[in-house]
């Protein structure tokens, strides 16, 4: 049977399921739900998405995400398969860590997409986790985040505060908003089981107008790899060439006078680093822009960055960062 098509265009919102391969329990411990998060928030900057809500159990997780740019296939192919090698590789294991394709339904922005925040942060208690007053201290969500001021960057946890009642983030909205949780425990719509598996099937969440305008012939893709297609490939690199301007003013570089270096100069390691953490971009289009080689010589520079092992380049990262910030 073919799988079924992902749909993506900007600004496509959905509601993301996965579990553990014969739903194993990949997240079991606190350190596996933390390097997960770590994953996610890298995955966030570098696709350029909006992260609602999202909660991580004991082989599953849930996500809420806002895809700006049209990409989510492309977010999550990076995210899975980056997990999953920091995972083996800690572990000294090999083999699939979820559970085949994960679940992608369209999300419906506004209620629908309220009543999609509320059910991710109630699941710790439908799973019995926890009860519903201490939900505040479950780590693994990002109702943990919005019971805090501080919090990463991507991730917009207002969403769930507006769709409960335009609730303000403040001390007051956020009080508020818990014991919204609790009465949608008790009686609302996110704590009904039937509405629970509503929220968990299907391929769209949201009224019929919204499924209608989804199924209109402007937002279905001509192949099931829409996201090769050469118009989005460019559109995609246009937004990795205006990083790279970024990137390279910042240090005082050009991209006419990478040719002239040499392929593991320090910056040119350090830049590339920084248009992998802030972009998608490729290996083999760093390494055409950069002058660096090989794909295979830019993920071989750039681990070796990650890894410690060139002290020049991360102090040129460092500096980058700082200068693009200002």
Excluded at 235 to 264: C, F, M, N, V
Aim: aromatic fraction near 10%; include cysteine; charge should be positive.
């Amino acid at each position: 049977m073919a799988r079924k098509l992902r749909l993506e265009y900007p600004g496509a919102v959905y509601h993301v399921i996965n579990r553990g391969n014969y739903r194993a329990d990949v997240f079991a411990t606190a350190g596996a739900r933390t390097a997960f998060e770590q994953c996610l928030f890298e995955a966030v900057a570098k696709s350029g998405w909006v992260l609602h809500a999202f909660v991580v159990m004991r082989n599953h997780f849930h996500l809420a995400i806002e895809t700006p740019a049209g990409n989510l296939v492309a977010g999550m192919q990076w995210l899975q398969a980056t997990f999953a090698n920091r995972f083996n590789r800690l572990r000294g294991e090999r083999g699939h860590l979820f559970q085949g394709r994960y679940k992608a339904l369209l999300v419906e922005p506004g209620d629908a997409l309220g009543q999609v925040c509320h059910y991710i942060h109630l699941n710790p208690v439908r799973a019995g986790i926890v009860p519903v007053e201490r939900l505040g201290g479950y780590r693994a969500s990002s109702y943990w985040h919005l019971c805090r001021v501080r919090r990463p960057e991507g991730l917009r946890v207002t969403t769930a505060l507006t769709e409960a009642g335009g609730l303000a983030d403040t001390t007051a909205g956020r009080a508020a908003y818990a014991k919204y949780l609790a009465w949608q425990a008790a009686e609302g719509p996110a704590g009904k089981n039937a509405a629970y598996v509503a929220m968990s099937r299907g391929w769209a969440l949201g009224g019929d107008d919204f499924k209608a305008m989804v199924q209109a012939e402007e937002f279905v893709p001509e192949s099931s790899r829409a996201w090769d297609a050469e118009g989005v490939r460019q559109l995609r690199e246009a937004a990795w060439a205006q990083e790279l301007t970024k990137a390279l003013r910042a240090i005082r570089r050009t991209e006419g006078g990478a040719g002239a270096d040499r392929k593991s100069v320090p910056w040119k390691v350090a830049v590339a680093a920084h248009l992998k953490l802030t972009t998608q971009a490729d290996n083999r289009w760093l390494a055409t822009k950069l002058h660096m080689g090989t794909p295979v010589a830019v993920s071989h520079y750039t681990g070796q960055l990650r890894r410690g092992r060139i002290p020049a380049a991360a102090q040129i990262l460092a500096e980058l960062q700082l200068n693009i910030k200002r």
